[in-house]
């Protein structure tokens, strides 16, 4: 929309642009245009647009090929998106954006999220898009300029911060244009940048345990001038050593530590892991075609040699019917970042079904669950589909909260049975190999 287009607009809806709900509309449709080409659209895409206003960008989503949802928090702009809009497949939604639950999104498609956002809660915005139970893929925003600059800080600047180093753990962020205020109307009294934000792949994560790395991280920043060993306690081992080992001064303040030395210090403070050892060591029952024990024998030859062993998965329901899925970490050796059942695991050696099942909620989950609470659904025969395991599916109800074993699950979180259905027909690489026959089978 040009200019004209938008005071005659606002005049029709007899609408004074409000600063506290950051309405400043972009009037520049060569930007809003080239905005819109930095999402790299493709067949198959799910976009979403935070508060389009009057829908300048909106007109150039609705010329590619993506399904497209609006979320306007001001019900008379989202009634004129409807208006406007009428006929087009777009689905707009009225209501706060920091309060849009980002669940219903899974199964969608590649999830791109574009917009202006207003200044006043961009950061409560961003962290509900990059958090682990956000789906997106790519976010193509308009910031605030200073607010841009520490997103993309670097170390030893004064717009490096604790947003930056949390942010850039897990995306890759990148300025790709300056706005000046006015391209906007009402021009704001404050320069905008367009940010880009792209998820890390997994080769470029490095592990670590996330909410104890947030909590340093915060920590250091906490006072910027005074030397990071003053601010964090580092009694269970040598600073010095650290400090020459990780590569930083002894007397380096939180600034000067990028973001790779920083998850190196997190992981001094709890080291990752070691899954390959404690992999090593479990003992699995081997059985026979019939479930009956062979034998006992260490992960690994079970693996290596196919033997039939044994395996639980649990489904945890809400009151309200929705099936609790649990997304794997990365630091899993078989299916990393993959969702899955609430929570699944081998039965160990000498261990029974039921044994196992309310042992790993409670070392994946933190909850004790009585095993009379557990009801089975069925059971798979082995077969090499399901990696030559039994597989024996028990359901309870539980409400929550879990306590996540940082090693096992990233996130997690209740979805309706429906909405899994669609989700694992839709985007099944989404999904662990098992899960993908296990839910099948007992979703229906």
Same mark, same amino acid.
């Given at each position: ?17 409000s ?17 819109t080409q ?8 799910y976009?979403?647009?935070i508060?389009?206003g009057?829908?300048a960008?909106s ?15 001001d ?6 998106l409807?208006?406007?809009?009428a ?8 209501e ?8 219903? =999104?899974f199964?969608?498609?590649?999830? %791109?999220? @574009?917009g202006? !956002? $207003?200044? *006043? /809660?961009?950061?409560p ?5 990059t ?5 997106a893929?790519?976010l ?8 841009a600059?520490r997103?993309a800080?670097?170390?030893r600047?004064?717009e490096y911060?604790?947003m930056?180093?949390c =942010?850039?753990?897990a995306?890759?962020? %990148?300025? @790709?244009?300056? !706005? $000046?205020? *006015? /391209?906007?109307y ?6 905008s940048?367009?940010?880009r934000?792209t ?7 490095i ?6 790395f ?8 906490s ?17 010095k050593?650290?400090?020459e080992?990780?590569g ?6 939180a ?5 790779e030395?920083?998850i ?10 070691d ?34 062993h044994r395996?639980?998965?649990i489904?945890?329901?809400?009151q309200?019917?929705?099936?609790f899925?649990q997304?794997r970490?990365?630091?899993?050796d078989?299916?990393?970042g ?11 050696a000498?261990e ?10 409670r ?5 004790e669950?009585?095993q009379?609470t557990l ?9 090499p589909?399901i ?12 409400e ?7 090693a096992e699950?990233?996130t997690?979180?209740?979805f ?20 993908k ?8």
């Open positions: 929309m040009i200019l004209s287009e938008i005071r005659s607009a606002l005049n029709q809806l007899e609408l004074i642009p600063k506290g709900l950051g309405q400043n509309f972009l009037h520049d449709q060569n930007i809003a245009r080239w905005f930095q999402l790299s659209i493709e067949q198959g895409d976009v979403v647009e508060g389009p009057l829908g960008i007109e150039f989503l609705l010329q590619s090929e993506a399904k497209i949802t609006l979320i306007e928090r019900r008379r702009l989202a009634n004129f409807e208006t406007r809009f006929g087009k497949d777009v689905t707009i939604i009225c706060d954006a920091t309060r849009f639950d980002t669940r219903q =999104l199964g969608k498609g590649r999830v %791109k999220v @574009i202006n !956002l $207003p200044y *006043s /809660v961009s950061t915005l961003l962290e509900k898009f958090n682990a139970l956000s789906p893929c790519m193509v925003l308009g910031l605030q300029r200073e607010l600059d997103l800080a670097q170390p600047t004064k911060g604790a930056s180093v =942010l850039q753990r995306w890759n962020i %990148k300025i @790709i244009k300056r !706005l $000046p205020s *006015s /391209v906007y009402p021009a704001p009294k404050v320069e940048a367009i940010v934000l998820p890390k792949t997994q080769s470029e994560l592990p670590c345990e996330i909410e104890f947030e909590q340093l991280v915060r920590r250091g920043f006072e910027r001038r005074k030397q990071l060993r003053k601010l964090i306690d580092s009694s269970s081992f040598s600073w050593d650290a400090a080992r990780i930083f001064s002894e007397t380096a303040r600034e000067e530590l990028s973001v030395q920083w190196a210090l997190v992981n001094l403070y709890r080291p990752p892991p899954i390959q050892a404690q992999n090593a060591s479990e003992l699995f029952d081997v059985v026979d075609e019939n479930d009956q024990v062979l034998s006992s024998e260490p992960r690994g030859t079970v693996h290596v040699n196919n033997l039939r395996a639980v998965h489904l945890i329901f809400n309200a019917g929705e099936l899925l997304k970490t990365i630091w899993k078989k299916n990393p993959k969702w899955d059942s609430s929570t699944a695991g081998h039965v160990d000498g029974s079904y039921l044994e196992a099942a309310v042992r790993e909620i070392e994946e989950l933190g909850v669950i009585a009379e009801k089975p659904v069925l059971k798979l025969p082995s077969s589909e990696g030559f395991e039994f597989i024996q599916i028990y359901r309870t109800v539980y929550g909260p879990f306590t996540f074993a940082s699950v990233e997690g979180a209740f309706s049975l429906s909405q899994i259905r669609q989700w694992l027909r839709a985007m099944p690489d989404d999904f662990t190999p098992v899960f026959i296990c839910g099948e089978k007992a979703l229906g």
